[in-house]
């Protein structure tokens, strides 16, 4: 007798999930951005985010949630409702990095949330002022090796960043000795690059690319697998002698876990349309983000895969937080 009635109980609970997947949604859906209004993750996501309202027929709201390494933004989907009225944005540092940088964090990237949609990818640039002496990566390695810890790289967002643990990639595997500087900012790194206080850095393309037309920076590599077509003369790490060499960093949309799967499915389906809209492309192509799409099977791999990669650079780095 209890067993029937539990099986009924379960019976009648999966068909009210499936009807409110059916139904979904049925009010706003909010968007936590686990960074600051005006910063590349907001400023990426806006055109999606209203693309998507049309497409779901309810608003897409943005919240915005500001913290070093996005930590607050991300516990807040973590810890939201799993009704599909809560998502939130992820990327390399949320999901992957901060995994291995922080000894605690209040989430698991892999037990508190699943990964919804890729959005895009964006790969470094390894630039330098336009006075450095080294105009090629391997001149930059072999004043390295003739000067060790004379040469300094600069890092956007301080220790445990992606252009940060890029910049330890590249002195593992070239085997030099550069020193690390640490900024709150990518314009603040920018900057002191531009001036001469600082050698070289890692940044994405919408971040340097005013420099490179003003010719105050020069490119040296591109960290994707192709060159870039914003970029076509600039080599990519590999060819300039580092086979293998891939850092990119990335963005995805996460949900709090337990969000019916319909709902997840739902939401793949909004966002794979939403980037072929012609606001999200012309904003995609804007900031030279390289736009994905995939399954959220295949993003959770994508992302599994990008953990344990950060992972073993946060190790050479031997970074911790400050």
């Known amino acids: 007798m209890h067993f029937t009635r539990s099986l009924m109980l379960a019976g009648a609970l999966a068909l009210s999930v499936a009807a409110q997947a059916q139904s979904w949604p049925t009010k706003p859906v909010r968007l936590v951005i686990p960074y600051a ?10 055109p999606l985010a209203e693309s998507l309202g049309k497409i779901l027929g309810q608003a897409v709201v943005i919240e915005n949630s500001s913290s070093a390494g996005g930590i607050v933004g991300t516990s807040t989907v973590a810890r939201a409702a799993p009704d599909g009225y809560t998502f939130g944005f992820g990327n390399n540092i949320t999901l992957a990095v901060n995994k291995s940088f922080f000894d605690k964090l209040p989430y698991d990237p892999a037990k508190d949330l699943v990964p919804v949609a890729f959005l895009f990818d964006n790969p470094y640039i390894l ?19 003739a000067n060790p810890g004379k040469i300094s790289f600069g890092s956007g967002t301080g220790v445990g960043s992606g252009s940060h643990l890029t910049g330890e990639m590249m002195k593992a595997v070239a085997k030099i000795d550069i020193v690390h500087i640490p900024y709150r900012s990518g314009s603040q790194a920018l900057s002191d690059l531009i001036s001469g206080r600082v050698d070289v850095m890692f940044d994405n393309v919408n971040g340097v690319q ?55 499915q739902r939401m793949n389906q909004a966002v794979a349309q939403a980037l072929k809209t012609p606001e999200v492309v012309q904003a995609n192509t804007t900031m030279a983000l390289n736009p994905r799409t995939s399954s959220p099977r295949e993003f959770a791999a994508f992302v599994a895969e990008e953990t344990a990669k950060w992972a073993e650079l946060v190790r050479i780095s031997g970074a911790k937080p400050q």
């Open 127 to 145: 630039v330098a002022g336009k006075d450095f002496k080294a105009n090629t990566l391997k001149e930059l390695v072999d004043q390295a090796k």
């Open 210 to 264: 005013q420099f490179l037309k003003n010719g105050t920076a020069k490119a040296l590599a591109v960290t994707s697998a192709k060159r870039l077509d914003i970029l076509p003369d600039v080599p990519t790490m590999a060819e300039a002698g580092f086979p293998g060499f891939s850092a990119v960093a990335w963005g995805g949309i996460v949900a709090p876990k337990g969000t019916p799967d319909e709902i997840v």
């Open 37 to 46: 209004a005006g910063s590349g993750p907001d400023v990426a996501t806006r």
